[in-house]
């Protein structure tokens, strides 16, 4: 099932009347009567600028734009300086909210005044804790009233909340999940239980931040079993923190159930950097949210407040309609795409775990365009500065681009091992998407075996300042 | 003064009469080419195309509004394009080895530009907006903590900008501060009546016991446009023991001379797309004591805590092309005699030219006196025109663009009881070195024509 493609692969499909047999009767699908798709050499076309010789299996931190998008992302930019009155005037506002109109269709919302259009998750983090925080210094909420969130929350969102939450005098709940992991029950017992436990003295819970996926180890959360779990245990309003969702996992946020969604759409959905799409449920809580940079338009929503924050360059947020153009020019739309990206970095996550003797991370359905990989033990990963050091040397030495996690053993008898019997601390971070090739891994491959045979460990490795 | 151009068909003479009057004869021969004159004498160019440089621009468009948005060059925005295809090519060795010493770069190159003490002292942010949620956040927190008391102070000019206003009620308001404004008259004669406005300001700030914790002040209001006194409000502020004096000068580096350490603020922002050719869109955050304001940026990165200026230099993933390239904006003025300088005192001279022309041309007056303009001129608009809102103000700005390819901002000015026949509509012009007198000549025209045809803002569509 798999379709990793190589360099050699010219493979041309063409397609008379497409058999629309997939159930997906969205507009979305309209467009997949195509003659023919996008041919291979084509997809390296649009990727030419991608740096040559770089093997780049890390598409999740700062996510990947085809040529034909960043030409429609200058179209736009010429516009502005062409004549910027008329632009902000006549028609910066009616492409927003055609992008936000896309949007609302692509994840499923019901309202378009429930999708804003936000630079990235960070931001989007600030504004929901930001709304938390007026909360606490309102008295609205009371001092030790909890916020929850993940272990393996990303950084920035763990800062957000010191800055807005614990500042005001809220208190934090750390639920821990197991990684590795083997099932999605074992990610909801343990939720359960790191909730209940936070909540026995009594605190009221104000808000739940949970990853849709995470981001370092990388897995998928099952949010819609988290967010039941969260009403059941009287949390007051949820927060998905979806940053890798859009073009790698469906996304269905009434289905979800959270008060608040964010995902970027630069990381797995084709757009320049940067631009992320919030969702807010519509209630009564959900007008008190605000963008934290002020304009004129203060106190018209959340959504409008987001469409102009100042002058600056919106190109990045206009572009949703050539991207659906875009991946419509793929088998199967953006859904092919997500479906043979995880195949492929399964695929080629088991091929390193079988050359490596190491194990996956999760199991593959708990991956989504990314997996994470064990590295053999005798590499040494035993810290975090170990684990970026050697990102650091497969960059510059081999020109491999991939991130390193480190995962300290929960007891010190017991966990992962590899074939070598060591334990398994260190953790890569493989993605797959529409322009990497087999190649890739295999240089991966190599590298590391080439490190392990050296006798290789980060021990031998500097840090940098 | 004269300028000629390469064909010699303009001439513009200034003379001074023994009253220090000046009076400007235009003599026009009219062209029949369709090449406008390159600007010679005054702007020494070394090797600088002004039209190949702003070729993008609609060239149908009579442009003189550069203070809402801006403008640049074709090679600051190559310069900006190559940065972002840096990052596009491999985003991973961009971000780690590359931008932050590139961020660094561009906080250097303002540091000088503004007479900085120190480099810590710069935060680069999106646009000056932005600046001010940054000082405004942290007012809120000082009336959270108790720093401030419920009921103290915030002053603030009335013809603030809107956007400022707006932050103000978002972080002061609802925090408990109660908002003073600034009412200054308008047209203003002279600083001694803005000298009053904001006397009166600080007192009414003080009295009930109350303390003045925060004073925002424009260096150049934006509508209307009026240079404002700061260094001598913020001495104001000063001997008034306001806790945070807060200068939104987001028209002024490029337009007029700054220099942080001589006004003496605690927090100064300004725009670099504006007047400084930068992409859209980098300000900086000028704070005159980063460690003990405790300011932080508002999206809260891994960063937070490490200081405002390197918060503000990674808020997440996005492109921070425009924030780079301060250097090369900076080589590039560097290419015009005088540099900096010597663009703001041709801008100067030109809109003041232009703004005399047409106050001439239309029988009515400026909304200030000359020296109290940088690079940009209130120009009164006939009465007959019927401007009796901010509506019609954004009606006649439409139909000037719709009807007659001519970019302006329009001002409302509220008469007052009595005046007869009050001049309520000001056009707000500008003048950056792509502009031609043409420019002015057909606003001149435009609103003759509409004068002639006795049409009113009654008449302009919404």
């Not at chain 2, 005054?42 to 403008?71: K, M, Q, W």
């Amino acid at each position: 099932m798999g379709e990793i493609r190589s360099h050699e692969d010219n493979n041309n499909t063409n397609n008379e009347d497409e058999d629309n047999n997939n159930n997906n009767h969205n507009h979305l699908s309209k467009k997949s009567r195509l003659l023919s798709f996008i041919t291979q050499s084509q997809i390296k076309q649009e990727f030419a600028h991608h740096h040559t010789g770089v093997a780049r299996i890390n598409n999740g931190s700062f996510g990947s734009c085809p040529g034909s998008i960043i030409a429609a992302q200058k179209r736009w930019q010429l516009k502005f300086l062409q004549q910027p009155d008329d632009f902000f005037f006549n028609q910066l506002p009616a492409q927003i909210l055609r992008s936000r109109t896309l949007i609302k269709d692509l994840i499923n919302a019901d309202d378009v005044s429930e999708v804003s259009i936000v630079d990235n998750a960070t931001t989007a983090a600030a504004i929901v804790l930001q709304h938390v925080g007026w909360a606490f210094a309102e008295g609205r909420f009371n001092k030790g009233d909890a916020v929850v969130m993940l272990h393996c929350a990303f950084q920035a969102v763990k800062k957000s909340i010191e800055a807005y939450v614990t500042r005001a005098g809220g208190s934090v709940i750390v639920v821990h999940l197991p990684f590795p992991v083997n099932s999605v029950e074992e990610i909801v017992s343990e939720f359960r239980l790191g909730l209940a436990k936070g909540k026995l003295n009594g605190r009221k819970v104000r808000l739940a931040i949970i990853d849709h996926i995470t981001s370092m180890p990388s897995v998928v959360i099952p949010v819609r079993e988290l967010v039941k779990i969260c009403r059941e245990e009287g949390v007051n309003q949820v927060f998905v923190d979806a940053a890798h969702a859009v073009g790698s996992i469906s996304v269905d946020v009434k289905d979800i159930g959270a008060d608040f969604y964010v995902s970027n759409l630069h990381k797995w959905f084709f757009c320049p950097p940067s631009v992320a799409v919030l969702y807010c449920r519509k209630s009564s809580l959900s007008s008190d949210l605000h963008h934290p940079v002020v304009s004129h338009e203060y106190g018209n929503g959340l959504a409008i407040e987001s469409a102009w924050i100042g002058t600056r360059d919106y190109s990045s947020q206009l572009l949703v309609p050539e991207v659906i153009d875009f991946v419509n020019r793929f088998e199967g739309g953006i859904h092919g795409i997500m479906q043979r990206n995880h195949d492929a970095v399964i695929e080629m996550a088991k091929m390193l775990a079988k050359s490596w003797g190491t194990i996956l991370g999760s199991p593959p359905e708990m991956c989504p365009s990314m997996a994470m990989i064990g590295l053999p033990s005798c590499l040494g990963v035993l810290s975090d500065d170990d684990a970026s050091n050697l990102r650091n040397h497969l960059r510059d030495q081999f020109r491999v681009e991939v991130p390193i996690h480190y995962q300290p053993l929960k007891d010190a008898e017991i966990g992962p091992r590899d074939e070598g019997c060591g334990f398994i601390t260190g953790y890569a971070r493989i993605s797959h998407q529409v322009y990497n090739t087999i190649d890739d891994y295999i240089k991966f491959r190599d590298a590391v075996n080439q490190l392990v045979q050296d006798g290789f460990n980060c021990k031998m490795l500097v840090s940098r300042g | 003064m004269s300028s000629k151009d390469l064909s010699g068909n303009h001439h513009h003479h200034h003379s001074n009469d023994e009253n220090g009057t000046t009076t400007t004869t235009i003599t026009t021969v009219t062209q029949t080419n369709h090449n406008p004159p390159l600007h010679q004498n005054h702007l020494n160019l070394f090797n600088i195309n002004i039209r190949a440089e702003f070729a993008h621009h609609d060239p149908t468009i009579a442009r003189i509004n550069n203070g809402s948005f801006g403008s640049c060059p074709n090679s600051i925005i190559e310069a900006q394009q190559r940065y972002q295809l840096r990052f596009l090519e491999q985003p991973d060795d961009f971000y780690y080895n590359h931008l932050k010493p590139s961020i660094l770069r561009s906080r250097q190159a303002i540091k000088t530009l503004i007479n900085a003490n120190h480099v810590d002292e710069i935060s680069i942010v999106d646009n000056a907006t932005t600046g001010a949620a940054i000082v405004l956040q942290h007012v809120k927190w000082c009336f959270f903590e108790n720093k401030f008391n419920p009921g103290d102070t915030a002053v603030m000019l009335h013809y603030a900008y809107g956007a400022v206003k707006k932050s103000v009620e978002a972080y002061v308001t609802r925090s408990g501060g109660k908002v003073i404004e600034v009412k200054m008259p308008y047209p203003v004669s002279s600083n001694d009546e803005i000298f009053e406005a904001f006397k009166k300001a600080l007192e009414l700030g003080k009295s009930g016991n109350r303390k003045v914790r925060l004073a925002v002040i424009d260096h150049i209001t934006s509508m209307p446009s009026v240079v404002i006194p700061v260094k001598e409000l913020v001495k104001m502020c000063r001997l008034e023991g306001v806790d945070c004096i807060f200068v939104d000068a987001a028209h002024a580096i490029g337009s007029i001379e700054v220099d942080v350490q001589d006004i003496g603020a605690d927090f100064y922002t300004s725009n670099l797309h504006k007047w400084l050719f930068c992409p859209p869109s980098i300000a900086f955050l000028h704070c005159r004591n980063p460690e003990l304001s405790n300011l932080h940026h508002p999206v809260v990165s891994h960063e937070y805590g490490n200081g405002i200026a390197i918060e503000s230099s990674w808020i997440g993933t996005r492109d921070y092309s425009a924030q780079l390239v301060v250097p090369e904006a900076l080589e590039f003025v560097n290419r015009f005699e005088g540099g900096i300088d010597g663009i703001r005192k041709w801008n100067h001279e030109k809109v003041v030219e232009m703004a005399e022309m047409l106050v001439k041309a239309w029988g009515t007056n400026l909304g200030t006196p000359l020296d109290m303009c940088a690079s940009m001129a209130m120009v009164g608009l006939p009465a007959c025109l019927g401007i009796k809102s901010d509506s019609d103000a954004l009606k006649l700005r439409s139909h000037l663009r719709n009807c007659f390819k001519v970019e302006v901002p329009i001002y409302y000015r509220q008469p007052k009881d009595g005046e007869v026949d009050p001049v309520t509509g000001y056009a707000r012009i500008s003048h950056q070195i792509y502009n031609t007198d043409d420019d002015y000549y057909r606003l001149r025209d435009a609103i003759c024509n509409l004068v002639s045809s006795g049409l009113t803002c009654k008449g302009f569509q919404d």
